[in-house]
T-cell receptor
Framework: DVKVTQSSRYLVKRTGEKVFLECVQDMDHENMFWYRQDPGLGLRLIYFSYDVKMKEKGDIPEGYSVSREKKERFSLILESASTNQTSMYLC???????????????FGQGTRLTVV | KQEVTQIPAALSVPEGENLVLNCSFTDSAIYNLQWFRQDPGKGLTSLLLIQSSQREQTSGRLNASLDKSSGRSTLYIAASQPGDSATYLCAVRGGYQKVTFGTGTKLQVIP
C-alpha cells in the first residue's frame, strides 16, 4: 500500500515563528504536492515538485517555500507564520502522467496548523 | 486556469437511495480525473481514477463516468449507506502535472 506520512496531525505555533511541515512517501513517486484546505475554498495548491530539487509554484505560494532534497521527502516552510495561515495542510504524491495507468494521487492524513 | 465545480454543495438522502454527484471542469485538456472521499478532520481517500481516454470506472457500489468534451464527470453511488456519509471531492490532472480540486459535495445518508 502507498503510504504518505505527514509528521504532525496538529500543530500550534506563534505568529512570526518559522514552521516546517514534513511529508514522506514510500512509493518512489516523482510528483509531490502541498495543498491547504479551508472551509468554502476547497483544496488550493501551494507548491508542487516533479523531481528532486525541482519545484513549481501553485495557486497560492505567497508566504510559503518548499524543499525537496530527497525524492521521498517534501517539506513546506512557513518563513514567518501569520494567523491567516491557520489551516489544514495536506500533502500528496503520485507518479507523473506519462500515458500510463498508475497516476493516482495519494494523500497524507493532514496537519491542522493553528497560528496564534 | 482550470476551474472545477461540484454541485450540489450538500446533499441529504435516506438510506438505500441511489444518488449522483456532479463535477464539471472548464478546461477539457486533462490527463485524468479522480474522485476522493474525505471524512471530517481526515485526509483524502482515493475512490476511483478515470483516464482521459476512458468513459467510466466502477468499484463496488460506485460508478464514475467522464465526458471530457463537455467537461463533466458524475459519481453514482448505489444503495447508499450511513457509512457513505462524507465529503466527496473530484480532482482533475492537467498541464504541468497540476491537480485541481472542486470544493466538494457533503453527503449525509440518514438511517
Amino acid at each position: 500500500d502507498v503510504k504518505v506520512t505527514q509528521s504532525s496531525r496538529y500543530l500550534v505555533k506563534r505568529t512570526g515563528e518559522k514552521v516546517f511541515l514534513e511529508c514522506v512517501q514510500d512509493m518512489d513517486h516523482e510528483n509531490m504536492f502541498w495543498y491547504r484546505q479551508d472551509p468554502g475554498l476547497g483544496l488550493r495548491l501551494i507548491y508542487f515538485s516533479y523531481d528532486v530539487k525541482m519545484k513549481e509554484k501553485g495557486d497560492i505560494p505567497e508566504g510559503y517555500s518548499v524543499s525537496r532534497e530527497k525524492k521521498e521527502r517534501f517539506s513546506l516552510i512557513l518563513e514567518s507564520a501569520s494567523t491567516n495561515q491557520t489551516s489544514m495542510y495536506l500533502c500528496a504524491s503520485s507518479f507523473p502522467w506519462a500515458g500510463g495507468e498508475n497516476t493516482e494521487a495519494f494523500f497524507g492524513q493532514g496537519t491542522r496548523l493553528t497560528v496564534v | 486556469k482550470q476551474e472545477v465545480t461540484q454541485i450540489p454543495a450538500a446533499l441529504s438522502v435516506p438510506e438505500g437511495e441511489n444518488l449522483v454527484l456532479n463535477c464539471s471542469f472548464t478546461d477539457s485538456a486533462i490527463y485524468n480525473l479522480q474522485w476522493f472521499r474525505q471524512d471530517p478532520g481526515k485526509g483524502l481517500t482515493s475512490l476511483l481514477l478515470i483516464q482521459s481516454s476512458q468513459r467510466e470506472q466502477t468499484s463496488g457500489r460506485l460508478n464514475a463516468s467522464l465526458d471530457k468534451s463537455s467537461g463533466r464527470s458524475t459519481l453514482y453511488i448505489a444503495a447508499s449507506q450511513p457509512g457513505d456519509s462524507a465529503t466527496y471531492l473530484c480532482a482533475v490532472r492537467g498541464g504541468y502535472q497540476k491537480v485541481t480540486f472542486g470544493t466538494g459535495t457533503k453527503l449525509q445518508v440518514i438511517p
